[in-house]
């Protein structure tokens, strides 16, 4: 198969506030602007940024759980918009996503074998000696006894509930899994066990992964690439190992340099990046990080940067580390950070 498994082509969603019978103009929450990136089979590619960044929404978008306003998302080459129902169906057993809380998206009355098996049986009939090997099958994939296929998710830990999430997903031999905060709700070692439990998988069947996550430790594990979400939009995209090296959007830098991972190596941020995230109904105007900034100049206040492509192999969104081919690098006055070339 040529190209990339899964395309994202300027992928927009912007929610209505309110009705708006009596008003002309509906204000809009914007989660997500002009998203684009690919994920290859096989690969990791890890989502990052602040709470209300938009993260969750994408990964809404690519399991259609959302329309989007505007853009596309293609699998293998086709627009998953355009798939009729057979299609669809076949697409469905692709795609899979595992949610930040185990407990709260498993039946609770189902045994942990009903609900692993579920997603088969929405697809065909298996006799009842199929369905226990299938759930011993995917268990054991996951690392836990078949035995427990007869417990109710309320009999299992955090972290076996987890597992029990990834199996119900594996159920299906997918390409793709979105994990949303897949491990934010567990213990540090739990963490770690079910984290290189996803990456023997994807050794194992080669598995691409769309892994959301606001734990830059838990990113620098396992990302193949990164993507740095601020404000809805995609500011810089970058393999893991140079981002983590040499972060070059300042948001970036912010984020590498409050990771409390110990790095002396690591390039610091003098100028600590302060505030919130401003709100995605009004966002600040040209580049939405330029409040909080310490490198902004007046064309950040003015036009929104374009991903610029470095010679790495990232893109980044910033009008003064990577200023669009055409354009002068301006001279940056008062801050501790210098432009990246
Ligand atoms: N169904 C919805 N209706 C209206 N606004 C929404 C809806 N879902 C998300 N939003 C808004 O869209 C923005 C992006 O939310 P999203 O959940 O995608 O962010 P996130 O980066 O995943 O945040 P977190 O890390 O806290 O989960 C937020 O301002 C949020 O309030």
Same mark, same amino acid.
């Given at each position: 198969?040529?190209?990339?498994?899964?395309?994202?082509?300027?992928? !927009?969603?912007?929610?209505?506030?309110?009705?708006?019978?009596?008003?002309? $103009?509906?204000?809009?929450?914007?989660?997500?602007?002009?998203?684009?990136?690919?994920?290859?089979?096989?690969?990791?590619?890890?989502?990052?940024?602040?709470?209300?960044?938009?993260?969750? !929404?994408?990964?809404?978008?690519?399991? /259609?759980?959302?329309?989007?306003?505007?853009?596309?998302?293609?699998?293998?080459?086709?627009?998953?918009?355009?798939?009729?129902?057979?299609?669809?169906?076949?697409?469905?057993?692709?795609?899979?996503?595992?949610?930040?809380?185990?407990? $709260?998206?498993?039946? /609770?009355?189902? !045994?942990?074998?009903?609900?692993?098996?579920?997603?088969?049986?929405?697809?065909?009939?298996?006799? /009842?000696? #199929?369905?226990?090997?299938?759930?011993?099958?995917?268990?054991?994939?996951?690392?836990?006894?078949?035995?427990?296929?007869?417990?109710?998710?309320?009999?299992?830990?955090?972290?076996?509930? #987890?597992?029990?999430?990834?199996?119900?997903?594996?159920?299906?031999?997918?390409?793709?899994?979105?994990?949303?905060?897949?491990?934010?709700?567990?213990?540090?070692?739990?963490?770690?066990?079910?984290?290189?439990?996803?990456?023997?998988?994807? #050794? #194992?069947?080669?598995?691409?992964?769309?892994?959301?996550?606001?734990?830059?430790?838990?990113?620098?594990?396992?990302?193949?690439?990164?993507?740095?979400?601020?404000?809805?939009?995609?500011?810089?995209?970058?393999?893991?190992?140079?981002?983590?090296?040499?972060?070059?959007?300042?948001? !970036?830098?912010?984020?590498?340099?409050?990771?409390?991972?110990?790095?002396?190596?690591?390039?610091?941020?003098?100028?600590?990046?302060?505030?919130?995230?401003?709100?995605?109904?009004?966002?600040?105007?040209?580049?939405?990080?330029?409040?909080?900034?310490?490198?902004?100049?007046?064309?950040?206040?003015?036009?929104?940067?374009?991903?610029?492509?470095?010679?790495?192999?990232?893109?980044?969104?910033?009008?003064?580390?990577?200023?669009?081919?055409?354009?002068?690098?301006?001279?940056?006055?008062?801050? $501790?950070?210098?432009?990246?070339?």
């Amino acid at each position: 198969m040529n190209g990339p498994l899964l395309k994202v082509e300027n992928l !927009t969603k912007h929610y209505p506030l309110g009705s708006g019978i009596f008003k002309k $103009s509906i204000p809009v929450i914007r989660a997500v602007e002009d998203v684009s990136f690919c994920v290859e089979a096989g690969e990791t590619l890890c989502i990052v940024g602040e709470s209300g960044c938009g993260k969750s !929404t994408v990964a809404r978008l690519l399991m /259609r759980l959302v329309e989007p306003t505007g853009g596309r998302v293609l699998i293998d080459g086709t627009d998953i918009a355009s798939l009729k129902k057979d299609a669809l169906h076949a697409w469905r057993r692709r795609m899979q996503m595992v949610f930040q809380d185990p407990y $709260s998206s498993l039946n /609770r009355r189902l !045994t942990a074998g009903q609900i692993i098996t579920e997603p088969v049986e929405n697809f065909e009939r298996l006799s /009842r000696k #199929q369905r226990q090997a299938l759930a011993a099958d995917l268990l054991r994939k996951v690392g836990m006894s078949p035995e427990m296929m007869h417990r109710l998710p309320s009999e299992l830990s955090g972290g076996q509930r #987890q597992r029990l999430g990834i199996a119900r997903a594996l159920a299906l031999n997918p390409s793709l899994i979105i994990a949303d905060e897949a491990v934010s709700a567990l213990d540090v070692s739990v963490q770690a066990q079910i984290l290189n439990l996803l990456l023997e998988l994807q #050794q #194992q069947m080669g598995i691409a992964f769309v892994f959301i996550s606001h734990d830059l430790g838990v990113v620098e594990h396992i990302a193949h690439r990164v993507a740095v979400m601020y404000l809805g939009r995609i500011v810089e995209l970058a393999p893991s190992e140079a981002l983590f090296a040499k972060p070059v959007h300042p948001y !970036t830098e912010a984020l590498v340099a409050a990771a409390p991972v110990p790095d002396p190596t690591r390039a610091r941020l003098e100028v600590p990046v302060e505030g919130e995230v401003p709100s995605p109904i009004n966002p600040p105007s040209g580049c939405a990080f330029h409040p909080r900034c310490p490198l902004a100049i007046e064309r950040c206040h003015i036009e929104v940067p374009p991903l610029v492509p470095m010679a790495d192999g990232r893109v980044v969104a910033c009008h003064v580390r990577a200023p669009a081919m055409g354009m002068p690098a301006p001279a940056v006055a008062n801050s $501790s950070l210098t432009p990246v070339a």
